[in-house]
């Protein structure tokens, strides 16, 4: 039996206090990086898929948003037009100017494609229709339809896909109604895009050409319902919403991979799918109009493989469960994230968001359909793979580290023990060098001692507890730089957040509870004319827009005046319209509030406009039935007044009062017949012709009055292609030009006509050196009965731009007073205007 002495005892010992408690925190220290490992693990999938979902789902609503704000902009140039249903021009410069861009892939050759941005007029098509329901005007893809064109559409099988009805719709609307059509078009069958192709990224087929039509019935003074205008939106304007989102790293793509899960569609509230990167999923008509029926789950297998059929996420539950859930929630106007399978057998979450419209069949749901935006889950959750393999990496390294550790501290200890009894003073000296360093931060240093005793053994601990702390030290080191990975993955989802809100342009700002600014885009400078720094207060910030620190005051102080409101505001000398809106951050604005300027001052000067024009138009009727009725009792009482001129038994006075009432009466003819002129001028009569022959007819009629006045008169000409006018009304608006000029240099002076041209129109001139016109009268000069001249009718100046617009062009006047009055008239020329059809 071995006698348990003294060193076996310290031996046994030394051994079990070195070793024990390392094994045991090696233990305790791997099973706990391993919990770390794995919670990090899944903290790190949580995130990504949380992060993806959100982002999705912020993006599906902000393209809802602007696509239901799309369909209102539709509407408002429906009302527009309709004021202007039968001038072809109108029709014809609105259709050209109505344009947005379409990125689409193209063949250049048969084996080159390349991407090409277009700006393409937005609507296909704007038809006038009678009350019978026979189309009386089309324009359509940019040209008028012969007669022979035409169709009644009050005929179903009479319309552009044989199964139409918005006319009977549309007859039955009161006056202002709108009636809005779900997508229709021919259906595009997987062959027809594919044309060989096996993706449909890479198909260069047929395209789907449908529409969505915008219509209102038109009625007369009496109430009658005389017919109905429709416009035809291009389904390929849709289509950009929706066509070139990539949910993954590149944000934007001209054709999404459909393989992948990484695109986006849109559905309409009875759930048909209306764009997609599979044409052969949007709802159609075959060619004798009848809607083809959706994919089902007892859709044959021929049919599914050669894609005759469309997709309708009500009917879809078979492929998965939430695609009609989604469609549901839609038609509830809720957003959310669902995770699911396509057809196509990507496993995916897919983000759905409604577009709210309330117009016309989509009262139902107050919802035009939804948008949905699908990401592939294995995408997502790559960065928690990443993050997972790296923790592993590090986490096999510290244990082959520490393997190597125990046992070099093993030996260490044996070896200790073994000489603990040598020495003591040497290893009392070591352990205070290193006690030293170590306070020094030198951590990488060791003690060497050579003994046995528990100096010995001491010292081997205080090296054990140094290589530990540089062990941690390396530790620590590697979780801050996975800390500051992850702060940049932060900054970067920041700055995506930022880069949109920089994108509006709308001014945005946000200020704290206590009324400061925290944060802003850069419209706000626009807006306010300096960029504000935070810390600003609102008052501060808006100081001078009127009514705009008292809201959000209120809206701080009582937790009212949410929402938008109109402000109106005079700047730089003008007036102008903005839209302000004031919305709470957290329930009671107990985060403080968000403000929002937007410019609506062009929409509102367009209304203001179109208001004029409809002013001026009752006047004009106005003015007709009251010269009407004025002219036959005038001429009545100027015969009788003849009469009584002619007899002998007046005297001298009574003559000239005679003579004088008869001169009124005159000039009252003459108003009335300026009154004519303006409210029903003369049917114009067209054809090709040279606006400078009719200015040297002016010249020669004007050139006896201007030298008796002593003006000079004179004209310079140049050589024109021919236009499309009618001379005699064009000799008419000269004429009103040059008496005026005449009446404005009643001492002499010089008045000059000159005529020439540039790339498109032909360009006429009326200079004199009068005393010009005051500045405050320049925007009136144009309007029914404005004159400084005390007999003057004040309709001259209107009847001239009535004459010059009727020939599809301009007039601007340029005035210096107290020197000079330039009038500049455009005519387009004959060449510029191929679809002008002569009345």
Known sequence: MIRPTIFRKFLIASLLLALLPLLVASIFQFS???????????????????QAAEGLQMRARQVADSISDYLYRREDDLRFLSRFAADRQVLLSFWQQQRSEVWERRAVTAQQVREVREQLPIYRSFALIDATGQERMVLKDGRFLAP????????????EFKSETYFNEIKQLQPGQIHVTHLTGFHVSKQQQLAGASEPEQALGSRYEGVVRFGMPLYGPDGRFNGAFVISMDHRHLMEFSQHIDPGPHFVTAFPSYKSGNYAFLFDDEGWIITHPKLWDI??????????????????????????????????????????????????????????????????????????????????????????????VDQFQQQASAGSQLITSKLKEHRQKSALFISLAALVAALAAWLLARGITRPLQHLSEGARRLANGETGSRVVVKGSDELAELALAFNAMVAELEQRKANLVATLEQLQESRQAILDERNFK????????????????????????????????????LGSHYATVFAGWENIPARIGRAFSEGSGYG???????????IR??????????????????????????REDLREETVRLERLASLGKLAAGISHEIRNPLTGISLLLDDLHDRAQLGDKDREMLTKAMAEIERMERLISALLTFAAPPRSRFAPGDPGEAAEDV??????????????????????PTCLIDAEKIRQALLNLLKNALEALPLGGMITTTISRDDHDA???VSDSGHGIPPQDLPLIFEPFFTRKGAGTGLGLSITRQIVEEHGGSISVDSEPGHSTTFRIRLPLLQALPDVVST
């Open 32 to 50: 706990g990086l391993e919990q770390v490992r794995d919670r990090l693990a899944l903290e790190i999938s949580n995130s990504a898929e949380q």
């Open 148 to 159: 022979s064109e035409l169709h009644n559409v009050a005929k179903p099988a009479a319309t």
């Open 283 to 376: 709802r159609g008509v075959d060619r004798q109009g009848r809607l083809v029926p959706p994919y089902t789950a007892s859709s044959s297998p021929q049919n599914v493989e050669a894609g005759t059929i469309p997709f309708n996420l009500d009917h879809a539950g078979f492929i998965h469960p939430n695609y009609p859930k989604a469609s549901a929630l839609v038609r509830k106007q809720q957003s959310g994230v669902v995770e699911l399978t396509n057809v196509g057998g990507a496993r995916k979450i897919m983000a759905y968001a409604p577009i709210l419209y309330n117009t016309g069949p989509y009262k139902k749901h107050g919802i035009f359909g939804g948008i949905t935006i699908g990401y592939q």
């Open 498 to 533: 930022e880069s949109i809100l920089e994108s509006i342009s709308s001014a945005i700002t946000t200020f704290a509870p206590d009324g400061t600014l925290t944060s802003r885009n850069s419209s706000v400078e626009c807006f306010l004319g300096q960029s504000w720094p």
């Open 564 to 574: 938008r409101e109109p402000l109106k505001i005079e700047q730089d000398g003008r």
């Open 577 to 602: 319209h903005f839209d302000v809106g004031i919305f709470p951050i957290g329930e009671h604005a107990e985060r403080g509030l968000t403000v929002t300027l937007r410019d609506e001052t062009i």
């Open 699 to 720: 010249v020669m009629l004007m050139q006896r009055s201007c030298q008796r006045q002593g003006i000079v008169l004179s004209l310079e000409r140049s050589p024109l």
């Open 763 to 765: 360009l006429i001139t």
